[in-house]
C-alpha cells in the first residue's frame, strides 16, 4: 500500500497575484508552515520562478509559473478550522462592508492572523465563511488590542490601502486608558524602536534611537480620572507595540499592560474590572486614491472597557485647572 506523498506543485502566477512578493504568495499556498520554513525554502533555491532563484521580495508577473517544493506534513500546521462561535462573532463584529474592503471590531483576545503557537485568527476565520475569493489583512492589530481591522476583497484595494499605511496617509486612531495623571495637553512621542528577543522567544520592543526605526505617536488627553487618564492617541508609523512602549517611556503606561506596565496598577484596576489591556482602536481613515473613495471606520469602545471608566468615577473635565 503506498502512501500519497507531497509532490511538487507549478502555479502559474494569475491576475489576483500579479504584483504580489513571492513571499506572501507562498505563505498563503503553504497555509500552516512556519514563515521560517518558508524563508528557508526560498533562501535554499527550492523555490523557482519560471525556473530561476527567487529573493523574498521579488514581485510576481501574471504568467509566470512558481515551483513549490514538496512539504511534509511535519512541516504544515495542522490546519484548524476556527469554531462556528468564532465565526458567528467575527460575522456580528462587522463594522463595514463594500465591493473592495471588510472591516471588522476585532475582539481583544484574538489574534490577526495564525503563527506562533495560534492556530488561526481574524483572517482564518474570515477565509472560513467561505464568501470571498480573495480576502487580505491590511495591516495588523496586536492580539489584546480590540478595534477596527481592515481587510481587503482585492489585491489592487490591498496594495490602496498599504501604500497609505506606508507613506503615512493613513489616519489610525486609539483609546488607551493610561496610568496615573496626566500634566498638561497633547505630548508628541518621537522616539525609535527595535524588536528583541528574550529568553523563551518572547517579543518585546524597546526605545534606541541608534539601531531603532522612526516611530512617532501623539498622545491627547480625553478624560482625567484621580488615578488614571484616557488618551486618544494617533500614531504615525506603524510599529510593534508602538503605542504601549511610547506610552511607558511617557511613565504612563497603558492600563492592563502586562508587558510594559506596572504590576501594582494593573492588579488595582483589575479590582475595578479590567480583565485585559485597555487599548481600542477606533478609528482609521484612508483617503480617496484614483477608483477608491475615502474610508473613514469606527468601532465603538467595548462594552467591557466602558464599564472600568465608569468604575473610575466622575471625569474631571478636560481644560480645567487648579487654581494655585
Request: positive net charge.
Given at each position: 500500500?503506498?502512501?500519497?506523498?507531497?509532490?511538487?506543485?507549478?502555479?502559474?502566477?494569475?491576475?489576483?497575484?500579479?504584483?504580489?512578493?513571492?513571499?506572501?504568495?507562498?505563505?498563503?499556498?503553504?497555509?500552516?508552515?512556519?514563515?521560517?520554513?518558508?524563508?528557508?525554502?526560498?533562501?535554499?533555491?527550492?523555490?523557482?520562478?519560471?525556473?530561476?532563484?527567487?529573493?523574498?521580495?521579488?514581485?510576481?508577473?501574471?504568467?509566470?509559473?512558481?515551483?513549490?517544493?514538496?512539504?511534509?506534513?511535519?512541516?504544515?500546521?495542522?490546519?484548524?478550522?476556527?469554531?462556528?462561535?468564532?465565526?458567528?462573532?467575527?460575522?456580528?463584529?462587522?463594522?463595514?462592508?463594500?465591493?473592495?474592503?471588510?472591516?471588522?471590531?476585532?475582539?481583544?483576545?484574538?489574534?490577526?492572523?495564525?503563527?506562533?503557537?495560534?492556530?488561526?485568527?481574524?483572517?482564518?476565520?474570515?477565509?472560513?465563511?467561505?464568501?470571498?475569493?480573495?480576502?487580505?489583512?491590511?495591516?495588523?492589530?496586536?492580539?489584546?488590542?480590540?478595534?477596527?481591522?481592515?481587510?481587503?476583497?482585492?489585491?489592487?484595494?490591498?496594495?490602496?490601502?498599504?501604500?497609505?499605511?506606508?507613506?503615512?496617509?493613513?489616519?489610525?486612531?486609539?483609546?488607551?486608558?493610561?496610568?496615573?495623571?496626566?500634566?498638561?495637553?497633547?505630548?508628541?512621542?518621537?522616539?525609535?524602536?527595535?524588536?528583541?528577543?528574550?529568553?523563551?522567544?518572547?517579543?518585546?520592543?524597546?526605545?534606541?534611537?541608534?539601531?531603532?526605526?522612526?516611530?512617532?505617536?501623539?498622545?491627547?488627553?480625553?478624560?482625567?480620572?484621580?488615578?488614571?487618564?484616557?488618551?486618544?492617541?494617533?500614531?504615525?508609523?506603524?510599529?510593534?507595540?508602538?503605542?504601549?512602549?511610547?506610552?511607558?517611556?511617557?511613565?504612563?503606561?497603558?492600563?492592563?499592560?502586562?508587558?510594559?506596565?506596572?504590576r501594582e496598577h494593573n492588579r488595582a484596576l483589575r479590582e475595578m474590572g479590567l480583565r485585559?489591556m485597555f487599548l481600542h482602536a477606533h478609528l482609521l481613515s484612508l483617503p480617496a486614491a484614483?477608483?477608491?473613495?475615502?474610508?473613514?471606520?469606527?468601532?465603538?469602545?467595548?462594552?467591557?472597557?466602558?464599564?472600568?471608566?465608569?468604575?473610575?468615577g466622575a471625569p474631571q473635565a478636560i481644560g480645567t485647572r487648579r487654581r494655585r
Amino acid at each position: 500500500m503506498t502512501q500519497n506523498r507531497p509532490q511538487v506543485r507549478k502555479i502559474v502566477v494569475g491576475a489576483r497575484e500579479d504584483g504580489q512578493r513571492i513571499d506572501n504568495f507562498l505563505i498563503r499556498q503553504l497555509a500552516g508552515v512556519p514563515k521560517s520554513h518558508v524563508y528557508r525554502l526560498l533562501r535554499s533555491g527550492q523555490v523557482r520562478v519560471d525556473g530561476g532563484r527567487a529573493k523574498p521580495e521579488r514581485k510576481l508577473v501574471k504568467g509566470e509559473e512558481v515551483r513549490i517544493p514538496p512539504v511534509r506534513a511535519a512541516e504544515r500546521g495542522e490546519a484548524v478550522r476556527p469554531p462556528d462561535a468564532v465565526l458567528d462573532k467575527l460575522r456580528a463584529a462587522i463594522v463595514h462592508e463594500d465591493e473592495h474592503y471588510l472591516a471588522i471590531s476585532k475582539p481583544a483576545g484574538l489574534a490577526a492572523h495564525a503563527g506562533s503557537g495560534v492556530r488561526f485568527g481574524v483572517i482564518e476565520a474570515a477565509r472560513a465563511w467561505g464568501q470571498h475569493a480573495f480576502l487580505e489583512l491590511c495591516h495588523r492589530l496586536d492580539r489584546d488590542t480590540s478595534g477596527v481591522l481592515l481587510l481587503a476583497k482585492s489585491r489592487a484595494a490591498l496594495l490602496r490601502a498599504q501604500r497609505a499605511f506606508k507613506h503615512g496617509e493613513a489616519d489610525k486612531r486609539y483609546f488607551a486608558l493610561l496610568v496615573g495623571r496626566w500634566k498638561g495637553e497633547d505630548r508628541d512621542v518621537d522616539a525609535a524602536l527595535v524588536r528583541n528577543a528574550i529568553a523563551g522567544g518572547e517579543r518585546r520592543v524597546r526605545v534606541d534611537e541608534d539601531d531603532g526605526k522612526p516611530s512617532r505617536s501623539r498622545f491627547s488627553p480625553r478624560a482625567r480620572y484621580a488615578t488614571a487618564t484616557l488618551c486618544e492617541v494617533q500614531i504615525y508609523s506603524g510599529r510593534t507595540h508602538q503605542i504601549r512602549v511610547h506610552a511607558a517611556a511617557l511613565g504612563h503606561p497603558v492600563a492592563g499592560d502586562d508587558k510594559y506596565g506596572e504590576r501594582e496598577h494593573n492588579r488595582a484596576l483589575r479590582e475595578m474590572g479590567l480583565r485585559r489591556m485597555f487599548l481600542h482602536a477606533h478609528l482609521l481613515s484612508l483617503p480617496a486614491a484614483g477608483e477608491f473613495p475615502k474610508l473613514l471606520l469606527s468601532a465603538p469602545l467595548p462594552d467591557e472597557l466602558r464599564e472600568v471608566l465608569d468604575q473610575l468615577g466622575a471625569p474631571q473635565a478636560i481644560g480645567t485647572r487648579r487654581r494655585r
